[in-house]
């Protein structure tokens, strides 16, 4: 059968005879047993060989051969694959049977059996009609090539081929996996709302929506961190959210414009403290999920055990670049460096900016990793606390793997004050047309003020993580329905 000439808008499946199937739909069926059991139970009879051993299985054709008064078909379940084999005078309604064809959903009940040639199956005496195709599919080994139908249409992209599902389970796994890690440290899952008063928690675009009710515009979450750590100030010591963020950005190999994070808040500790738990989560669900710390990437080995390679951002950009450069460098030097590397410098960089731009040009592409990078400017970083020997710099580390940000955590600011000041500058660069700067959040600081303790903080990008373990190169490859453009009427 042929592909679907249209991304949207495959066929009706040719061949009227299809049609006749008039076989009422149960509004349930009882599934008792799955391929990969019958293999395993049963691959043992020998040719020919039949069993008194009935039972019931149910999922899509993958390929149907009537051949006169028999019939065969692959029954394809979440276990694997196993045959169907109808032979009139057995299988009731043998001629409706013959005329299934690809991608229908069937259950069938009989006897396991061995067919001649070796092939389990089972010997179809009753079957119904769990839902028909009325779409072509392409077939196991000519599949669907065009990857926009497969991108669109996920559900036919979990049938023509294995990669997605299996992707799918590995993202479910990890997920699992952080859970498991977290509860096991005693921290307590909670969840915070989604749509915010005022953007916040990170520097990014918001979605904007508007509240009928209530006539507000309100934003759809960047990040959930400042209402995490009022929970921290109201005593919940260990809190994590594993849950969609939002951001009104470019569409890339790294970037969707929704994902998902993981955030977790830590009270009694720094980044140091918090590196090493960062190290112990990834190692531990690396192995939960792939029995290693060993992986594969773009053909490259890396290991996730740690420790970790540590870095300072000024040491990698000075290694990077040939010469001592950091947040003290002058002005000239810094913008010097920038043009050096093809980068305009923009009048509002301020010398943390020129250092980060400088990072992210010359030096994370080439990062293998993992590799934490420690101590960012200030200047771009409005939520984590000074650094306690260079009040220019904070305590932050990003961890940084195959030339991509994995996780990113801070010993977290907790003067209200010096806060105030942050946000002060952030609304400032927003007034001056920065999109992506914080605005004053007046019930953050409300919070601050009630006394919130030395507490770490982490974002792991979990998308990310699992293109990691993966090994993909698009973040649409581990999203089920990534973003993509509407396609223009008629297409």
């Known amino acids: 059968m042929a592909d679907p000439p249209s991304p949207t808008a495959p066929p009706p499946r040719a061949g009227t005879e299809h049609r006749s199937l008039r076989r009422p739909v149960p509004y349930r069926f009882e599934r008792d047993a799955l391929a990969a059991d019958l293999h395993r139970r049963f691959d043992g009879l020998a040719p020919g060989e039949e069993t008194d051993t009935e039972v019931g299985v149910a999922g899509r054709l993958r390929l149907v051969r009537p051949q006169g008064r028999l019939a065969f078909a692959t029954l394809d379940d979440p276990s694997g694959q196993v045959q169907l084999f109808a032979r009139a005078g057995i299988t009731e309604d043998f001629e409706q049977f013959g005329k299934l064809a690809i991608g229908d959903w069937v259950g069938a009940r009989g006897r396991v059996v061995k067919t001649r040639r070796g092939e389990l199956s089972v010997l179809v005496e009753r079957w119904e009609l769990l839902a028909l195709a009325r779409r072509g599919f392409g077939d196991k080994w000519r599949g669907v090539s065009d990857t926009e139908t497969l991108l669109r249409h996920r559900e036919l992209d979990l049938w023509v081929g294995d990669r997605t599902r299996e992707v799918l389970v590995l993202r479910s796994q990890v997920l699992a996996a952080l859970r498991r890690a977290l509860w096991d440290r005693g921290f307590l899952e909670v969840e915070t709302p989604v749509l915010h008063p005022i953007p916040g928690g990170a520097t990014a675009r918001p979605f904007v929506t508007h509240h009928r009710a209530l006539d507000l515009d309100l934003y759809l979450r960047i990040a959930p961190e400042l209402y995490l750590k009022r929970l921290v100030v109201g005593g919940l010591e260990r809190v994590f959210e594993l849950g969609r963020v939002f951001r009104n950005e470019g569409i890339s190999p790294r970037h969707n414009p929704e994902f998902t994070m993981l955030e ?189 303790p030395p507490t770490a903080g982490l974002g792991l990008g979990v998308d990310r993580f699992v293109m990691l373990l993966a090994d993909a190169s698009h973040i649409r490859e581990v999203i089920a329905f990534p973003t993509l453009r509407p396609e223009a009427p008629g297409a």
């Open 264 to 452: 977790l808040y830590l009270a009694y500790a720094d980044y140091q403290d918090l590196l090493g738990l960062t190290e112990q989560l990834v190692a531990e669900v690396t192995r939960a999920v792939l029995g290693r710390t060993t992986l594969e990437v773009h053909g490259r080995t890396l290991d996730l055990a740690p420790p970790w390679r540590r870095a300072t951002m000024a040491e990698l950009v000075s290694e990077a670049l040939g010469r001592p450069l950091d947040v003290h460098s002058p002005r000239p030097v810094l913008e010097e460096a920038a043009r050096g590397l093809g980068l305009v410098p923009e009048p509002s960089w301020g010398p943390g900016k020129l250092l980060l731009e400088l990072y992210e040009k010359a030096v994370e592409p080439t990062i293998v990793g993992p590799l934490a990078v420690l101590d960012h400017p200030v200047e771009v970083s409005p939520l984590a606390r000074r650094h306690r020997e260079d009040p220019e710099l904070t305590e932050r580390f990003e961890v940084v793997v195959a030339g991509r940000e994995l996780a990113n955590g801070f010993s977290e600011l907790t003067d209200p004050e010096d806060q105030r000041a942050r946000f002060e500058a952030q609304a400032r660069a927003r007034e001056a047309g920065d999109e992506e700067a914080m605005a004053v959040d007046e019930d953050y600081l409300w919070a601050l003020e009630l006394g919130l």
